[in-house]
């Protein structure tokens, strides 16, 4: 026998089923995605849950590579059993541990988001915290392609541990996102390296022996190849840096190296006065070596960037004669032009103003308060931040102070001496260096 109901009824009934749904609705999360997961719009919260006995082995042996299982948490997102180990170099300890964070370490074909593994960074050494966000900001902005990074507090057992940079892995899913899944293919990919420093070098000849080359470049994928298909290209390319004619060495090199887009990674690092880079005070540091199968052109990717903004007037020719691929290539006038129209594309971008806007400040100007304004108040909460809150501010001011007078010190080092290679255009103020 149906049921009649009234007009009333029927309304009710229709509101109860919206209900019904929209409240499933709710229930269901959104899904996230590894652009908001890197999103700088807001401070994250990352939770990691781990037996208390684990998480104090890493800390109490900082320097061990042991992973340990941990669940993972971040906006509603649980993943369990994923791998945690200490990481760093110089900035490892066991106070504050910097943190590589593997999906697949127990489960193979476990993903977050399509990744890997994340970095959870202390930044130790750095008392801004930001410098490295900055830096993988303007290489991205200049079309280099580098990590994506922001910030989060880490929960560790449900307490607050401090607050960490979440800088995206180098690794396949890098490559998939910015050359595609077949340079990814685990058989059939490109080769990635990550420089290793063993000692000051600059791409002098080491000879046609190929086991120093593999000293200093770790392989990443394709690991299990042979020698040969390894490091056998790499030699070759030291080989051509070193040893071709000047007139052919544009030609020579390029073939086996994308020396534009290498010119532009130079020339974003002297900006930023980068002294830890490719011609910082030690050599050869902090980058990969990417070697692709569809395109013979190597690139490199920067990695580890929290030693930028050292110098307002760091002079543009600092360290480039030490080192023979950029002392080579600056010598060449289609390369040094490249190497000057990005120093110029830095300037103008760092001190462009908001379009119809009052706003004095420029883009690197804003961007450092953007940042420093998200961490502020988690900084000041981070129980084993090795800094003071007033250590925070002064080093922020720096940042700001750096963003203002950087652009215009470029651009007149350049103006005076449109040769590519002059020295800082600036008076010669002995507060120009971070202390």
């Keep these: 026998m149906m049921t009649r109901h009234t007009r009333s009824e029927d309304v009710a009934l229709r509101r109860f089923a919206m209900c019904v749904m929209l409240c499933a609705a709710a229930a269901v999360p959104r899904a996230q995605t590894q652009d908001e997961f890197f999103s700088a719009d807001a401070l994250h919260e990352v939770r990691l849950t781990l037996s ?24 509603g997102i649980v993943l369990r059993n994923v791998g945690i180990r200490s990481r760093g170099h110089v900035t490892r300890n066991g106070l504050k541990p910097g943190l590589r964070v593997d999906m697949n370490r127990y489960l193979s074909e476990q993903r977050f988001l399509g990744l890997t593994a994340f970095t959870l960074d202390n930044a130790y050494n750095d008392v801004s915290l930001i410098r490295e966000r900055l830096t993988m900001l303007l290489f991205n902005r200049m079309g280099i392609a580098a990590p994506r990074e922001t910030h989060a507090r880490l929960f560790i057992n449900e307490e607050y541990a401090g607050v960490y940079a979440i800088i995206e892995q180098v690794d396949r899913a890098f490559i998939a996102r910015i050359l595609g899944d077949a340079e990814a293919n685990v058989e059939r990919g490109g ?111 920067p990695w580890d960037k929290d030693t930028g903004f050292s110098a ?16 080579r290539a600056i010598a060449i006038s289609e390369l040094r032009q490249i190497y000057v129209e990005t120093l110029i594309a830095c300037a103008t971008l760092a001190s462009a103003r908001e379009p119809e806007s009052l706003d004095p400040r420029g883009w690197l100007e804003r961007e450092v308060d953007r940042a420093a304004g998200s961490i502020r108040a988690a900084v000041g909460d981070d129980p084993v931040y090795p800094f003071s809150l007033e250590q925070f501010d002064e080093s922020i001011e720096w940042l700001r102070d750096f963003a203002r007078r950087r652009p215009a010190i470029v651009e007149c080092a350049l103006g005076a001496n449109p040769a590519g290679t002059p020295s800082a255009c600036a008076p010669g103020a002995t507060d120009a260096r971070e202390k």
Excluded: C
């Design 52 to 75: 208390g006995r684990d998480w104090q082995a890493l800390k109490d042996r900082p320097e061990d590579n042991t992973y340990y299982a941990a669940d993972l948490q971040w906006k």
């Design 312 to 327: 307002v007037d760091h002079p543009l020719d600092y360290h480039l004669l030490d080192n023979v691929l950029t002392r």
């Design 191 to 301: 080769y990635l390296f990550e420089y290793r420093w063993v000692r000051p070098y600059g791409f002098e000849y080491l000879g046609p022996d190929l086991e120093p080359y593999a000293q200093l470049f770790t392989p990443q994928t394709r690991d299990t190849d042979s020698m040969s298909a390894l490091f056998e290209e790499i030699e070759e390319l030291v080989r051509a840096i070193n040893e071709t004619p000047d007139d052919r060495f544009a030609e020579a090199v390029g073939a086996r190296l994308d020396l534009p887009l290498f010119m532009r990674y130079l020339a974003v690092e002297d900006f930023l006065s980068e002294t830890d880079g490719l011609v910082g005070e030690w050599g050869l540091h902090n980058f990969y070596l990417y070697r692709p199968q569809r395109d013979e052109r190597a690139r490199l990717i």
